[in-house]
């Protein structure tokens, strides 16, 4: 299962990449909340020791089970084209879900606010998942294709 989940690792030029190992810390900033954070180059080393294991495309393409992908349509962190991708390369055992005006984090703000009511965004996402999780756990066929690793139909 993703949820509003990247289709690659990263898009640094390879003059970034080699900075950022040379510096061993890059600091971005998050389009959405504003905070500062400061990323490890270890994340960047374990990609170039196993770039296959890193390849998401290719991870999910092998995966051989069922999957959801859930993505709001006004994700401005992660477009919503890579739902798309992800669900193509998970072929047949892939479902999308695209959330309607569903932000990165389906409209939950940051910090969270238990007082306020869940967005409806947040509420779809949810429903999407346990619908998802529920036939899962229900369907035999879904069952036998997790244990055999084949389609679900």
Not at 15 to 28: A, I, K, M, P, Y
Not at 61 to 80: F, I, N, Q
Not at 99 to 121: C, L, M, W, Y
Not at 130 to 152: H, I, Q, Y
């Amino acid at each position: 299962m993703t949820l509003a989940s990247p289709a690659r690792c990263g898009d640094l030029s390879p003059e970034e990449q080699h900075d950022w190992l040379q510096t061993g810390t890059r600091t971005v900033r998050s389009a959405r909340t504003g905070q500062v954070m400061s990323i490890s180059s270890a994340w960047l080393a374990q990609q170039w020791d196993d770039p296959e294991g890193h390849d998401v495309m290719l991870q999910v393409s092998r995966a051989g089970v069922p999957m959801l992908v859930v993505h709001g349509t006004a994700d401005e962190t992660v477009p919503v084209d890579a739902a798309h991708a992800l669900a193509g390369a998970g072929g047949e055992r892939a479902r999308l879900c695209l959330i309607q005006a569903g932000n990165h984090v389906f409209g939950v703000p940051n910090p969270p606010d238990r007082a306020k009511e869940q967005s409806t965004a947040f509420l779809a996402m949810a429903r999407a998942v346990e619908g998802f999780v529920g036939v899962c756990a229900d369907n035999s066929l879904c069952k036998l294709a997790v244990r055999n690793r084949e389609p679900m139909r």
